[in-house]
Each structure stands twice: as C-alpha cells, then as structure tokens.
Nanobody, 120 residues
Framework: VQLVESGGGLVQAGGSLRLSCAAS????????MGWFRQAPGNEREFVAA????????YYGDSVKGRFTISRDNAKNTVYLQMNSMKVEDTAVYYC??????????????WGQGTQVTVSS
C-alpha cells in the first residue's frame, strides 16, 4: 500500500492550499480516508476524515469552516482544500486509510507526509 501526499508548501496567512493524496495497492473505494497533522513538539492531531463513499465527512474543531475534505474514487485520490489559513496550521500533513471513518486508531496505512508552512 502506498499513500503519496503532494501540494504542501509555503503560504501566507489567509491564503489557500490544496493537498492531494494518491493511493495505490488497496481497494481505495472501500476505505475511509483521513488527514492528520503534526507540528514540532506536538502530538498528532486529527484534521478531517471522509467515508468510503464520500457521503460523510468530519473535521477537527480547529479547522471547521476553513478546510474541506473530498475524494475521487475513480482517481484513488483524496483532497484537502485549506482556506483562510493560519500560522497555527503549520505542520506536516499526513493522509491515512482506515476502516472506520470516526476512529483514528483504525487508520492502518499512512503516507510519508507533506510540509505545510503558513507565514504571518
């Protein structure tokens, strides 16, 4: 199984970025997909998750109303649209595949991460 994130980079506060995660080696359409992030010195934080069908999505409190998760099962790809970004969004962002959308412990497969840096 491979999950490959892309789209990270440097953005100014208030700006936008779109992350992508391309999956291979698994039946993508049967997995819930999630985005997590980890800043230096901090624990891993749940950002967003989406059900296998795309019919349900969930967000961490710190990103609600600013970030949107989506998926394209035909392309085996999950996206994270990040708007109105804040300095505190700076972190390494990881995508993950799991069996239960609302249970972070169920995410068995992880990408290598992509750095997102928000400048003030």
């Amino acid at each position: 199984v491979q999950l490959v994130e892309s789209g990270g980079g440097l953005v100014q506060a208030g700006g936008s970025l779109r992350l992508s995660c391309a999956a291979s080696g698994l039946t993508f359409s049967t997995y819930a997909m999630g985005w997590f992030r980890q800043a230096p010195g901090n624990e891993r934080e749940f950002v967003a998750a989406i059900s296998w069908s795309g019919g349900s999505s969930y967000y961490g409190d710190s990103v609600k109303g600013r970030f949107t998760i989506s998926r394209d099962n035909a392309k085996n790809t999950v996206y994270l649209q990040m708007n109105s970004m804040k300095v505190e969004d700076t972190a390494v962002y990881y995508c993950a595949a799991g069996s239960l959308v609302g249970v972070p412990e169920s995410y068995a497969y992880w990408g290598q991460g992509t750095q997102v840096t928000v400048s003030s």
